[in-house]
């Protein structure tokens, strides 16, 4: 099987990107290596989702760290226009270079251009700010900790680097694949290897790049699903990626939301 946490990756044009259908094709190859019949897992494989993470320079491998291109500036204080008001306890989390994102990775909606700035409180609030900046945007430094002088924004900020990936729905169960249900029932030895195949999806898709923000894919809750009540991530942001500590905030709405830019209207969740 592919060792995707060095093969999946290349540089291009100076950003960092992953092959995605190398972790599909290992996905393929550990289903033959089980002996379970390509239908079914292809039927697995249509259920992954891509991504883009955004990860420390650090984190990248070795050999992808020569001209890699940051992609986002996280922490620091934002970069807004003057007329742009938010509550100076709202800290700025993250800013994305729209254009630095790879191309045709994801399959939602991103701007091609111009800046996404994300300012949140990611600890026990559930309250943010999604602007998108057009490229050419005047903007000045926003220093909230002017008066709020213990605000995370106290941190420097520093650069991430994207990286293009692959995410699998969360709890992911046999009962979840019609044609997993089907080529298992009765069985209790295909029952197994099936399981086998979940966990091993897992296992491939697991690089470690993929601890720190996400764009798009399946989101990484833990507790309750966003995509139970019908929405899809648009951004996910691990405190400890910024901030330090175990929260994760989750930015999600409805395909048509995030395609139209109507980021006043997603919803921001923090699971601790």
Same mark, same amino acid.
């Given at each position: 099987?592919?060792?995707?946490?060095?093969?999946?990756? +290349?540089?291009?044009?100076?950003?960092?990107?992953?092959?995605?259908?190398?972790?599909?094709?290992?996905?393929?190859?550990?289903?033959?290596?089980?002996?379970?019949?390509?239908?079914?897992?292809?039927?697995?494989?249509?259920?992954?989702?891509?991504?883009?993470?955004?990860?420390?320079?650090?984190?990248?491998?070795?050999?992808?760290?020569?001209?890699?291109?940051?992609?986002?500036?996280?922490?620091?204080?934002?970069?807004?226009?003057?007329?742009?008001?938010?509550?100076?306890?709202?800290?700025?989390?993250?800013?994305?270079?729209?254009?630095?994102?790879?191309?045709?990775?994801?399959?939602?909606?991103?701007?091609?251009?111009?800046?996404?700035?994300?300012?949140?409180?990611?600890?026990?609030?559930?309250?943010?700010?999604?602007?998108?900046?057009?490229?050419?945007?005047?903007?000045?430094?926003?220093?909230?900790?002017?008066?709020?002088?213990?605000?995370?924004?106290?941190?420097?900020?520093?650069?991430?680097?994207?990286?293009?990936?692959?995410?699998?729905?969360?709890?992911?169960?046999? +009962?979840?694949?019609?044609?997993?249900?089907?080529?298992?029932?009765?069985?209790?030895?295909?029952?197994?290897?099936?399981?086998?195949?979940?966990?091993?999806?897992?296992?491939?898709?697991?690089?470690?790049? *993929?601890? *720190?923000?996400?764009?798009?894919?399946?989101?990484?809750?833990?507790?309750?699903?966003?995509?139970?009540?019908?929405?899809?991530?648009?951004?996910?942001?691990?405190?400890?990626?910024?901030?330090?500590?175990?929260?994760?905030?989750?930015?999600?709405?409805?395909?048509?939301?995030?395609?139209?830019?109507?980021? +006043?209207?997603?919803?921001?969740?923090?699971?601790?």
């Amino acid at each position: 099987m592919p060792d995707i946490s060095t093969a999946a990756a +290349s540089v291009r044009h100076g950003m960092v990107t992953a092959m995605t259908p190398i972790a599909h094709e290992a996905v393929r190859g550990a289903g033959r290596s089980f002996g379970i019949p390509d239908p079914v897992t292809e039927a697995f494989v249509r259920l992954l989702r891509p991504c883009v993470y955004l990860c420390p320079y650090e984190e990248l491998p070795e050999e992808l760290r020569e001209d890699a291109r940051p992609a986002a500036r996280a922490g620091g204080p934002a970069r807004l226009p003057e007329d742009v008001t938010v509550p100076a306890y709202v800290p700025h989390v993250v800013t994305v270079d729209c254009a630095a994102v790879p191309t045709g990775v994801l399959d939602i909606e991103f701007p091609a251009d111009g800046h996404v700035a994300i300012l949140a409180e990611v600890t026990d609030q559930d309250e943010g700010f999604v602007i998108h900046l057009p490229a050419g945007t005047e903007t000045v430094e926003r220093h909230p900790r002017e008066t709020e002088p213990n605000t995370p924004n106290a941190h420097e900020s520093f650069p991430l680097y994207a990286v293009a990936g692959t995410t699998m729905p969360g709890a992911l169960r046999r +009962s979840h694949v019609v044609e997993a249900v089907d080529y298992a029932e009765g069985d209790a030895e295909r029952a197994r290897l099936v399981d086998n195949l979940i966990e091993e999806i897992g296992a491939i898709l697991a690089v470690r790049w *993929g601890y *720190g923000i996400q764009l798009g894919g399946f989101a990484p809750a833990w507790h309750d699903p966003l995509e139970d009540r019908g929405n899809i991530l648009f951004v996910s942001i691990p405190e400890s990626a910024v901030f330090g500590g175990e929260c994760i905030t989750l930015v999600s709405g409805s395909r048509e939301q995030i395609a139209e830019r109507r980021y +006043s209207e997603l919803e921001f969740d923090v699971e601790s």
